[in-house]
T-cell receptor, first 117, second 111 residues
């Protein structure tokens, strides 16, 4: 299946700093990528849809100024958590759909575990 | 908005026993997908069902899509310790390519 990578896999930062997470589709081009957040023992919650060459679409309740998304190329989307606070600590996962498969299958990156001190 | 619920939330089984998780959507789905997330890992796609009443098998796993296309089930026969993880169903949620994930069922297999 399609491969999606994420970097970094784990990050610890101080409160008030910004953290950038990268999501790459390695063997296919993704015009659309998705960013999810998963709290412990909970399901995946969609944060935003990242669209190549245009603005991201945010889900209700997600602050667009806090979670900056940039999708500058067909293989790279970045999520920047600005002025991070301890409540932003979570598991952030990106996904992309391989347009060649003609299915809705989502291929997930390995995730980034963010801890804000 | 659309809600996708799964039951049970947790299930502990003895190795060799069967396991079933049920998925119910508040809206009719064009398709249903199933994912498995191992502890500490990310969701991995298992299968997609599209047709009403469809049944698909993958070795010991049997997936079923309800006639009304609002519910689905995953049945594992003779569980093994490698089956441990959280199983999520997911369905299209209206937006372009967006999916809504179910609440998940965490399976523990006791050796």
């Amino acid at each position: 299946g399609a491969v999606v990578s994420q970097h970094p896999s784990r990050v610890i930062c101080k409160s008030g700093t910004s953290v950038k997470i990268e999501c790459r589709s390695l063997d296919f081009q993704a015009t659309t990528m998705f960013w999810y957040r998963q709290f412990p023992k909970q399901s995946l919650m969609l944060m935003a849809t990242s669209n190549e060459g245009s603005k991201a679409t945010y889900e209700q309740g997600v602050e667009k100024d806090k979670f900056l998304i940039n999708h500058a190329s067909l293989t790279l989307s970045t999520l920047t958590v600005t002025s991070a606070h301890p409540e932003d600590s979570s598991f952030y996962i990106c996904s992309a759909r391989d347009p060649d498969t003609r299915t809705d299958t989502q291929y997930f990156g390995p995730g980034t575990r963010l801890t804000v001190l | 908005g659309q809600q996708v619920m799964q039951i049970p939330q947790y299930q502990h089984v003895q190795e060799g026993e069967d396991f079933t998780t049920y998925c119910n959507s508040s809206t009719t789905l064009s398709n249903i997908q199933w994912y498995k997330q191992r502890p500490g890992g990310h969701p991995v796609f298992l299968i997609q069902l599209v047709k009403s009443g469809e049944v698909k098998k993958q070795k010991r796993l049997t997936f079923q899509f309800g006639e009304a296309k609002k519910n689905s089930s995953l049945h594992i026969t003779a569980t093994q310790t490698t089956d441990v993880g959280t199983y999520f169903c997911a369905g299209p949620s209206g937006g372009y390519q967006k999916v809504t994930f179910g609440t998940g069922t965490k399976l523990q297999v006791i050796p």
